[in-house]
């Protein structure tokens, strides 16, 4: 069986680090984590831990702790798809929030 976790909680005082190296390890060879919503909320030393050790499935990142994200440090991260922050850039955000660039 796959287990996935796609985290999309909003930011909130008790919520960093909420994905922690219990549930990423809890989630198996086979589980996969996707992150849409902050950087913040997974342990990423525990994260790239399991990935690098094959504890866990794979991953996909949005989103980073540090952001612009140090491409040195998962350069070399099995089983990671990164993206650039770009849920904002979907037809909807546009609608509801304007344009990001200027005219």
Same mark, same amino acid.
């Given at each position: ?63 980073? !702790? ?9 350069? !070399? ?27």
């Amino acid at each position: 069986m796959t287990r996935r976790v796609i985290d999309r909680a909003k930011r909130g005082p008790r919520l960093p680090g909420l994905i922690s190296s219990d549930i990423i390890n809890d989630l198996g060879p086979k589980g996969y984590l996707v992150n849409v919503a902050r950087g913040s909320l997974i342990n990423e030393d525990a994260l790239i831990a399991a990935l690098e050790t094959g504890h866990l499935g794979g991953a996909a990142l949005d989103v980073f !702790c540090d952001e612009p994200a140090d491409a040195g440090r998962w350069k !070399c991260v099995p089983n990671v798809l990164s993206t650039p922050r770009i849920a904002g850039k979907t037809a909807e955000a546009i609608a509801k929030n304007g344009p990001t660039t200027p005219r």
